[in-house]
Structure formats: C-alpha cells, structure tokens
C-alpha cells in the first residue's frame, strides 16, 4: 500500500470537498501528483453523474410508457424542495428526465402513479 503526505490529502479533500476514500484513489492514481488527482477526482465525478443521468432518463421513459410516472420530486439532502407533476404523455417523461440529468446539486427522484397500474386499461 502507497503511502502518501497527508498534506496533499487534506489539500485535495480542502480543494474539491473529496473524502479521504477519494483522495487516497485519486493519488495512487495519479503516483501522487497533486494536479493530477484533481484532474483524476473531477473526471470520475462527471463520469458518475454522466451515469446515473442516464440511468434515471431510462427509468423516467420506462416508468412513462407504463403509464406510472406522475411526477418528479426535487430534494436539497433530506429535504423535499418541490414535486413536480408530469403528463402521461412520452413527450413530458422526456422532459422530466432530462430535467432530472441537468440537475446535479439536487437529489431527483421519479414519484411513479401505482393507483394508475391498478386502474383496469379500458373496456371491452
């Protein structure tokens, strides 16, 4: 196991708000360069975002097609901010999601309708 000066460890997690987990990933990757275990830390940041955007954009167009999204909720932590209700239509899930995947500072998540998956679909 690499050591490192924990200098730059408390500069990476001052710099970038990183744990240690974080520090510690970023210079063994980077042979304990400082710059490059930012650069290390910031591109695995915005790979993991990049992801669970597009995770949730699926999520909003599967849970739409089944006619079970109602909305979205925005949350700040713990906190709920705001639920916005969406259409049932494909073109509101669309914009739902990618509303979800432009928002990074807040916790977004799908609020599904399951009284809309025990409603029968029509009759006969």
Do not use: H, W
Not at 29 to 41: N, Q, T, W
Not at 49 to 60: N, T
Not at 73 to 85: I, M, N, Q
């Amino acid at each position: 196991m690499a050591e490192y000066d924990m200098a730059l460890v408390d500069e990476i997690r001052r710099r970038l708000d990183a744990s240690y987990e974080e520090a510690y990933e970023g210079l063994k990757e980077s042979s304990g360069d400082l710059l490059g275990a930012l650069v290390a830390i910031e591109r695995r940041r915005r790979k993991s975002r990049k992801g669970r955007s597009a995770e949730l954009l699926d999520e909003a167009l599967r849970l739409s097609e089944q006619g079970l999204l109602r909305g979205l909720r925005l949350k700040f932590g713990d906190r709920v901010l705001r639920e916005v209700a969406v259409g049932r239509t494909p073109r509101a899930s669309l914009l739902a999601g990618l509303l979800a995947s432009v928002v990074n500072e807040f916790a977004v998540e799908l609020v599904r309708d399951d009284q809309a998956a025990a409603e029968p679909s029509g009759s006969a």
